[in-house]
């Protein structure tokens, strides 16, 4: 994950005309607008809601999300060169449980985010120069069994992207960038014995954060062999204030080299640091001594062009990782596994103890067909991990799937109906099995001991499909359709817990099969 980038951009709205776009189905509704507001700007408005109260009884699980969520961009342009754009995002998602099968029914989620932002950027011949200021709030209210979180992560940003071409065959590109947060956090977590059967501590925190981080990178594009040959080397810094070892430095190289006009080949290495998160520092003094994680990653790959509508992309990567936290609480556990769990994980002491690797080949094979007739592509991937925390053995992590498919196929026909499926694969993830005589003894479960991951879950099998017809009554475009999610109703397992009810194992599942009808008028 160190070395994953993720690049969300807004693009600009249509200027030619104004467009509205309702879609309307059975787990919600949702706008599109977009359209000019002069000659030189744009606007552009996504709102969505939910209401899976019509299928709760298809989703298999305690808690019941209700979200809105607004997307919106305003753009002008200032002269020729020059322009202007603003971003906003608004988030909010309630969930509560509307039934109880684990025993953990008065469990409640409050998340706000919101983010706003204002973007200039000035285009000359050799040489563009943009900047980015903006704000941006998470708040997270959760009321879970032992839990009580009351976090608010705050900040504002400010960024400058500068980029030069030097000549024909050099350019550089540098970054930097601030960010100054104001953040509160209030934790508390009762005492108790966790799964694998250590003590944790009471903790309470409450508190305000201060601090800042900053960053910034050069990196430099050569073109060589008359095209045939790009060069990528590079570096970042990154200063994170609350961190009592707050440096790091970031070299990475890539290149590209044209073998025919059909095919390419890719590489690049690196060395990637990311800085623990927030929430993992601020909860115990000793944890501002965690390092950054790294990971050095070397990745080769391919691609090649099957006529001019078929493409062949090939991967193999190796990323071998240090310094990830692992708990002091629970010296099986590795903060890598963070995010997977139903259940907030991020609360113990942790020194920077795990290591590991993860390996793997991504296969993608696709042909695009914006007419009539047929479309499909197909995806393979094989991963495979080991991880050494500060007790047990070696274990796979938590969202290694093993073997995974995904195959996507369709055709359109002239008079607009199409029909389409997709189907997924994933072997059995990893999970801790509980040791049942002591689990049933105790009232709680227990893992067993020295098996953290040691067990696979059932595969992931699951087929959806989609029916589509296209209309054009009145000069606007009208699409009905129904969705079947889980055509197969497979009975996926999401993860194990704990029914502290009935004092038995219970299994967290994926939705059953799902029937979604829908219309989208664009108008």
């Known amino acids: ?32 607008f977009e359209g000019p507001f002069t000659k030189k700007g744009s606007y552009m408005l996504a709102i969505r809601k939910s209401y899976f109260e019509l299928v709760k009884e298809q989703l298999a699980t305690d808690l019941l999300p209700n979200y809105w969520d607004i997307n919106g961009k305003a753009s002008f342009d200032i002269s020729g060169k020059e322009k202007l754009s603003f971003t906003g995002t608004y988030i909010t998602d309630h969930a509560e449980a509307y039934q109880d099968l684990t025993g953990n029914g008065k469990d ?10 204002v973007k200039y950027s000035n285009l000359f011949k050799d040489v563009s120069f943009t900047t980015v200021t903006g704000y941006s709030l998470s708040s997270y209210d959760v009321r879970y069994h032992l839990y009580d979180l009351d976090i608010k992560d705050r900040y504002v940003m400010s ?9 024909r065959m050099f350019t550089l590109d540098a970054v930097t960038g601030l960010k100054y947060y104001f953040s509160e956090y209030k934790v508390a977590h009762s005492s108790t014995i966790n799964e694998s059967n250590y003590y944790v501590p009471q903790l309470y925190v409450d508190t305000e954060v201060k601090t800042f981080k900053a960053y910034g990178g050069v990196n430099l594009t050569s073109t060589l062999m ?19 070892k707050p440096l790091s430095v970031s070299p990475r190289f890539g290149a590209l080299f044209r073998l025919w006009d059909n095919t390419n080949i890719t590489a690049n290495a690196g060395i990637y640091f990311q800085a623990p998160e927030l929430s993992w520092l601020v909860n115990y003094p000793e944890n501002r001594d965690l390092k950054y994680m790294r990971c ?38 590795i903060f890598i596994n963070n995010g997977v769990d139903l259940y907030p994980n991020f609360l113990d002491m942790a020194v920077s103890a795990g290591k590991g690797y993860y390996t793997g080949i991504d296969i993608v094979l696709e042909q695009k067909n914006p007419a009539a007739g047929v479309f499909w592509s197909a995806a393979y991937s094989y991963s495979h991990s080991k991880f050494l925390s500060l007790v047990g053995n070696y274990q796979p ?36 099995p509980y040791d049942m005589e002591l689990s049933y003894r105790y009232g709680r479960g227990v893992f067993v001991e020295g098996g953290y991951n040691m067990s696979r879950m059932p595969d992931y099998v699951r087929l959806d499909m989609r029916f589509e017809q296209h209309l054009r009554p009145w000069n606007t475009e009208l699409t009905l359709y129904i969705e079947v999610l889980n055509v197969l109703n497979r009975k996926n397992i999401f993860q194990y817990g704990w029914d502290f009810g009935r004092n038995e194992p219970e299994e967290y599942r994926h939705f059953k099969r799902l029937p979604v009808l829908g219309l989208s008028w664009r108008f």
């Open 1 to 32: 994950r160190l070395s994953s980038v993720m690049d969300i951009k807004f693009r600009e709205g249509i200027r030619n005309r104004h467009v509205r776009d309702i879609n309307i189905s059975v787990t919600g509704f949702g706008g599109f």
């Open 108 to 117: 409640t989620v409050d998340l706000v985010l919101f983010n706003s932002s």
């Open 159 to 167: 960024s400058q992207y500068l980029s030069l071409k030097i000549n």
């Open 226 to 244: 008359n095209g045939r040959l790009t060069l990528n080397s590079g570096i970042r810094i990154d200063f994170f204030g609350y961190m009592n």
């Open 296 to 333: 050095d990653e070397a990745v080769l790959g391919i691609e090649h062009f099957l006529g001019k509508t078929i493409k062949l992309t090939a991967e193999g990567y190796l990323k071998q990782y240090y310094d990830y936290p692992v708990s002091s609480y629970n010296p099986e556990y």
């Open 397 to 432: 992590l938590e969202f290694d799937a093993g073997n995974q498919l995904n195959l996507i196929g369709g055709y359109k026909f002239k008079n607009g109906f199409s029909i389409s499926g997709h189907f997924k694969y994933a072997g059995g993830r990893p999970y801790t």
